[in-house]
């Protein structure tokens, strides 16, 4: 069974101090790792979609990698408004099901001004 | 354009009352989902639907029913509400599905639903 495992559960950091979140996975033919961003009380919101090893992208703070076997999600000198839950999911389509993401149970980030 | 919506926001059932979860996106979007977040635990997907008349099971469907009548509506249906399925439920959609290229899911701001 596929599986998604994100670290650490909780991250506190200071406001400009950088950091990484880990998200790993065991699947057996991955489409596609997405990570989104979770406020308190909201819906995730999408952030970064990656599909094959070495890739990265960026957005404002945040980067995102690809490895065969896990990713990261580097923020650099984060702000408190980085403050959030955020979400790992893959998408396997080889189990049988083309529209399943696996989600990961988050890493809640704070940054303390 | 005001997204993915969901209605009510908050509820309390007894056991064993049903309820209808609403669900509705402007976007235009084929595709749209159902899922369950609990305390803990990654976002599970109840069921989805790929296009008006055409749904399917998730990974988590029993106890719950849909219909997608629209493309703008896409409600979930709790009959013989039990407390397993206390929890926040959120509605997604997204233009294509993940085998395509336009898979971002947007996701509503969520329906937090307790069973006692």
């Known amino acids: 069974e596929d599986q998604v495992t994100q670290s650490p559960e909780a991250l506190r950091l200071q406001e400009g101090e950088s950091s990484s979140l880990n998200c790993s996975y065991t699947?057996?033919?991955?489409?596609?790792l997405f990570w989104y961003r979770q406020d308190p009380g909201k819906g995730p919101e999408f952030l970064f979609t990656l599909y094959s090893a070495g890739e990265e992208k960026e957005k404002e703070r945040l980067k995102a990698t690809l490895t065969k076997k896990e990713s990261f999600l580097h923020i650099t000198a984060p702000k408190p408004e980085d403050s959030a839950t955020y979400l790992c999911?893959?998408?396997?389509?080889?189990?049988?099901?083309?529209?399943?993401?696996?989600f990961g149970k988050g890493t809640l980030l704070t940054v303390n001004p | 354009n005001a997204g993915v919506t969901q209605t009510p926001k908050f509820r309390i059932l007894k056991i064993g009352q049903s309820m209808t979860l609403q669900c509705t996106q402007d976007m235009n979007h084929n595709y749209m989902y159902w899922y369950r977040q609990d305390p803990g635990m990654g976002l599970k997907l109840i069921y989805y639907s790929v296009g008006a008349g055409i749904t399917d099971k998730g990974e988590v469907p029993n106890g719950y029913n849909v219909s997608r009548s629209t493309t703008e509506d896409f409600p979930l249906r709790l009959e013989l509400a039990a407390p397993s399925q206390t929890s926040v439920y959120f509605c997604a959609s997204s233009l294509g599905g993940l085998a395509g290229g336009t898979y971002e899911q947007y996701f509503g701001p969520g329906t937090r639903l307790t069973v006692t």
């Open positions: 999911a893959v998408h396997d389509p080889s189990g049988g099901s083309n529209y399943k993401l696996t």
């Open positions: 699947v057996s033919g991955l489409r596609g």
